[in-house]
Every structure is written in C-alpha cells, then in structure tokens.
C-alpha cells in the first residue's frame, strides 16, 4: 500500500507554562490521502487546532512538539530547518485561519497582502505577473471585482470577504494539502454555507486534500467524509462521519452528538415534541433533555392560561443613524426601519438575522442605550420614547442585559461577588450583609459554588462567566431579560448548559426574554416566538413551530437551509 | 485632507493667542524692576529711569504693552532686549543651534532606540533582551547632568574625542556629544516602547497567518512585525522633538551651547517681556505643527486612520 499523503504517529505537543509543563496533544495518529477531507472535531482546549498547527509548526507561544512524527508527502516535517519550512508553507500545505477579522494585517491593502503570498511561493514573478496572478487568485476565491478592491484595506472588507481572501491566499500556490482551522465559525450562517461551498468546490477541482477544524459536529460531518473527534489532548473516536453521528460509541462523543445544536433543533423539530423522542434522549442521558420538556410544558401552559399581558411592545419604531462621508456630508443609515412586535410576559422571543440585520439596534433601543427615531418602544405599558435619565435609571430594575463576549462584560479587576453585587450597589438595594446574601443566593440560582464570591473572572472559564452574567442580570429581580447572542461565544456543551439554566430560571421566576441571535438552531430550542429581520425589516414574525415547519418567506427558509447539518440523516 | 490641515492650523489661532497672553502676563507680574536690575549697583537719575521706561513701553498699563507686542509680530518688530539687540536676531541665531542639537540627538535615538527594542523583542527572556532592558533602566535612572558631567569628562578631558565645550558658530563636529547626552533618556523609552510593541504585535494573528502563508522570517519582521509596532514609538518620538526644540537647559547649559534653553533661561531671569514671549510663540507653534504632522503621519502608518472634516 503506498503511503498516505499526510501520515501523523504518535504526537506529543506540549506547552510550557508557569506552572509547569502542560501535554496538550497526547498520542495522536491521523491518516489523510491525496485529494481526501478529514474533519477534526472538538470543544476549544481539545487540542485539534494545536494538532492542526504542528504540521507546518505555527504552535503558538511555547508549545513543541514532545514526540511522535509527522510525515507528508514522503518527508519528516517535526526535523525540518526553518528554512525548509518556510518553503513547505503556502507552496506545498496552504493555511486558513479561523478569525477573518485578525488575520489581515490592517495596515497593508488586500492586494498587497496576497501579492506578497504569490511572490514568496514562486509562483509568479515580475509585477505584472505577480498582480496578474493575485488578481485570478482572488477571482477563484470568488472576489468578483478583485481588480477594483486590490488597493482596498481589510476594514474595507465584510467578515466573509475577508475570509475569502484568506482562503484564496491559503489555495495561492495550489497546495497539496489545506489546512483550514475553524475558517468560518465567525461568520453568518448563511455566508458560511455559501464559503464553504465555495472551498469545497476549489479543493475538488485542483485535488486538495483538507484538514477541516470546526467545534460543530454538524458542520463537520457535512463538510469532510471523515471525522476525528478530539477531547483533551487524545482522539476519541474516529471513522467515516455518518457512522459517528448515527452510532457514536465513546460517551464524549454521544455527549456531543446530543448537543450540537444544529442536530438537536432538528430532532425537536421532527418529533415535533413527540414523548417517544424524550424517552430516547432520556435513554442516551442527553442534555437538552430538559430544554425539551419546559418547552412543551410551557406550550401546554399557555394553551391552559391562555393569552397573557405583554411585557415588551415595539410600534412602528425606526432608527436612523448619520453616517459620514469622507467629503464631510452626512447620510442616513436606517438600521431599523418600521419594526412593530410584542412579547408576552414570561415567555421568549428571538430575533433572527445576520449581522448588519439591526437586531443589535433593536436591542440597545429596548435598553435604552440608543434613542429612537421614530416610533415607541413599551414595557409593561411604560413609554421608552420620552423617558429622561431618572426614568431610564428605574426601567432598568426591570430590565437586564446579558451580552455576548463573557470575556469583555467581565471587569478583570473586580471579584466575582463585586460583579453580581454592583447593580444592587448602584440601585442601592438593602444593606451590605444583605447584598451579600442576595449574591450567594444569585451564585446558587446559577449553579456556582459559592466559593466563586472572592475570585476572578480570569480564573473561570466561558460558560461560568457567562453564568456570572446572568447572574448580575437577575440580581435585582427584573422581569426582562435581553440576551444580546448571549451564548454564540460558548463551546456546544457549556452552550447547551447555559441554555438549560436559562429555561429553569424562566420556569422559576417566571422572566421574559428577548434573545438576539443569529443562529438559528439554537432559537429552536429556547424560543416560544421568532422575529426574522432582514435589512432592518421584520420579514417574518411567528410562533417557533410555525417558523421552523412552515417558514413563510424565502429568506426565512433560505437561514434554515444553512443550519450546518441539515442533510444529515439522524440516527436516532 | 487639505481641509483638515486647514482646520488644524486655524484652531492654532486662539491657542496662540491665550499662551503668549499668559505668559506675557506671568512675566509682567513678576517681582522686581527690571529696569533698576539693569543698574546693578549704581543708582540711575528719576530722568534716566523715566527714559528707559518710555523706551521700553514699561510706563504703560499690561493690556496696552501686549497688543504693542502683537501688533508689532505683524510687521516683524519683536522688539528689543535689554542688552538693545533686536529680539528677532536673538531667534535667528539660537533656534539653528537647537534645531541642529535636537536633530542629532533625534537620529541617534531613533536608531537606537528602535534597533534594540527591536532586537529586544524579537528576543523576548533571552540573554540579549536581558542585557538591553539592564541597559535602558541603568539610562533611565541616571539624571540627564550626570550622565552629562561624567561622558564629558571620559571623551573630552581623558581621551580628547570631543571638545568640551561647543565653540563660536556651533559647529556640528561639537554638537555630536550634547546630542549623546540629550539622546540618552529617550533611547531607553523608545527601546522599551518598542520592545513592548514589537511582542505584542508578534503575537498578532495576521503574524502568525504571514508565516503560514510561506513568508520568510526576513520578511515578516520588517513588514508585518515593525510596521504595524511603530505607531507608539511615533508618537513619543514626535512629542519627544517638541520636548528637545523647546530647549534642553541642562545639556546647553553644562556644553556651553548657545541655543533656545540657554537664552531663554536668561531672559526669564532679567524679566525680558518681548524676548520671553517670542521664543515661547515659536515654540508652541512647532509644537503644533509637530503635533500636526504627527497626526498626519498616523495615516500613513495606519491606513484605518482617515481625516475628515
């Protein structure tokens, strides 16, 4: 048998750190053919972009490799000088990176930047060829008007067309094998089916072999023929990716099968909550398990009560921003235009669009962070529209934001307690031994221990200290919560349990939610009612089943069609 | 862009106006008659001072005394010194020294500084970035008249390399060791500056991307890794000429250079009104047309920096 393009034995990866030395990849074996696609599947800390980056040695920081061989193409890469990597790098292995927005350097056009790739990979030389060849790569990549957009910086490009760029910049010297870690998990749903597609389509038609790295099992198994599923460090479970998802063996694996929210909704969506279908995942142990039974209890309890007061009513409200131009005029931007909806009391509604929708806007208007153009916003039947900073400042007992980035809503310098304590501080709650209760009553509602009251956010990891958001959020009784996509940034698993901590804490304290996000599975699984935006319209508003069974609008249908996953065949 | 040049140098306007109002008061109270210091011992006439006074305009009320100043900047009268040499030829003959003084001084640091942050950061815990950061904090913690007394006494008394003093004209030859000297804080602020930038931009992921793109480390570092650590060092670099053109007192005072601090240091102490206000005029507006370029020069070096207005 000849040997396999790229051939992976026994790796070791290690990183050192102040408190020693951490293994960060242990023992990892990977076979991957000419022409072939692999998907490396796992949560972030699994080690599957640190084996991803050890092939052309981009480790970050102090990581090495510890052990083991990597071969490719019949050559040792661990031994190679720096120079013999440099020429492997673009011409034989090409490099997608994951975040389209911090891999551009900011201050070099776009032209330039792939000029440069197609120079150090021999490709092309002269100017003229160098331009014309960088001009053809970016057209590949499927940048239409690349010759009028070379002298153009990367802020003046979208997330996807930047990630285009940097696809077509990985693909520049046609390399046997692309390395692509996570390369849209930053973008829209429906721009990421669209770049996928593309990507797929170029590596099929100049035989590229791919190394696919993405934290969503539906993704991967849609995109690659093969799946390796990392956790901690070591592959646990590995083999052709519709076996995986339909009979998956390792409990990990089972775990995360159950999680993706990509598969999830659609189970619900098929069984419609049927019993049969919660006795299954009952059986497997699943997490959203839960998240399924207070969804169809709460439908049944609405059917049972019937309709209930609005806490949240939008009219005919419009926003307009000025935006400058660069001779000095301004011109208006109407990120929301026209948009009327309402939200019962005590149930969820999302909004669903792509970045650029003005889903955001309506949110930060509702907080009152934005004032409004045109038209009221209501809750609980107060006006918003000509509320003054007194008024603003008693609204916000009712009303709490939860935002996305649990990293940046935390200050770094302040303990926890501090964090979920301060609004009780500013609204000045009770005394300071009962703020302290009211916090570790807060720290118990989300399930931290109580240990968390004198740490730091560095110390916690995303999902605690997005718990620690929610937290702060509930820490003066309000009945409305805005979730500005408050789980996007989190792994599935944690997401998942974030997810389940929010249905309870609807349950217990009865709360309204307003959920902005754009992915869409997950609106599946917590929302009662969906809000579709597109360019600052409401194109479609309905209750969740109606929305997902019957969608009544093409941009509608064409957001579900990009759930990752969605052609899958379930085993289950 | 020609617009918000404009706009930038009309603002320049009232800033001027306020700093030479302010300091041709600050002088005018000041303590003293400078018209019976110029006596020394001797005691002048009531006519001798009467006539002084009205040569020098002291016998009128504040107000009157500045707007005589500003009208004559119109018609490029500074007035005169006391010593009776036309304040404008005073400027002419000092500013050169320092502009040539700040100039050398300018360029070693630059080299300097940026050579071995550079070097430093590229080398982040190793045996090269430990000597230079023991280097730069050894600079930082000397004071400027020490370093000063003991490179003058080493280079020019032991080994004559330098002449001590700076001679008639001050020639560039005998600006070179004051350069050193005023050079040498601000090299360990550009060497740390840069080397703070330099790591931080190493771990940017555009670096990481221009690596795997199958760039060599030749041309990763001064494209993508330098370029993008220069816009602080910019900055200080720019403030620090301004620092440097209004005058290093110390440095002119201890090399004899006969230059803007020096000159200035006197007119304060002799309470010369329109000398005192002339050379603070031209020294804030190269301040901001200092600060101006530096502005400007962020575009260059950032292209996400646009000026419009």
Redesign the interface.
Known sequence: MTEPLLQIRDLEIAFKTQNGIVQAVRGVNLDLGAGETLAIVGESGSGKSTTATSI?N?L??TGHITGGSIRFDGRELTSLS??EM??????EI??V???PM????????IGFQVE??VR??GIATGRKEVKKRAIEVLKEAGLADADRRMKQ?P?QFSGGMRQRV?IG??L??NPKLLIADEPTSALDVTVQRVILDHLESLTQELGTAVIFITHDLGLAAERAKHLVVMYKGRIVEAGPSVEILQNPQHPYTKRLVAAAPSLASRRIQSADAQLAELEVSTQTGTVDFDLVAAAAGRAELKAKQGPRPNAIEVDDVTKVFKI?????RAVDFTAVDKMSFAVEKGTTTAIVGESGSGKSTIARMLLGLETITSGDIRVDGESLAGLDNKGLFKLRRKMQPVFQDPYGSLNPLQSIGNIIGEPLDVHKVGDSKSRRNRVNELLDQVSLPKAMFGRYPNELSGGQRQRVAIARALALKPEIIVLDEAVSALDVLVQAQVLQLLAELQEELELTYLFITHDLAVVRVIADNVCVMEQGKLVEAATTDEVFGNPKMEYTQRLLDAIPGSGIKMGL | MA?YIFFRLLQAIPVLLGTTLLIYFMVFAMPGDPILALFGDKTPTPAQLEALREQYHLNEPFIMQYLRFLGGIFVGDLGTTYSGQPVISVLQSTFPVTLRLALIALILETVFGIGLGLLSGLRKGGASDNIILAFSLLLISLPIFVIAFVLQYLLTFQTSIFRPTVGEGAPWGDLILPGIVLATASVAQIIRLTRTSVIETM????V??????????G?VIP??IL??SLIPVVTYIGTDLGVMMVGATVTEGIFNVPGVGRTLFQAIKQSEGPTVVSFVTVMVLLYLILNLLIDLLYAV????I?Y??
Not at chain 1, 324 to 328: L, P, Y
């Open positions: 052309i981009l970050p920081g720096r120079k440099e020429n492997i790098r673009g011409r090409g490099f990176p994951q975040d911090s891999n551009l350097n900011p201050v070099w056009s440069e790739a150090a990979n910086y802020h940097l910049m990985g520049a010297a400058r131009q660069g001779s000095g | 617009r771990g940017q992921d555009f990481r991307t221009a690596y795997g793109k199958g760039l060599s480390r041309r494209v993508h370029r993008n070096l950032d292209p996400r646009r419009v207005k």
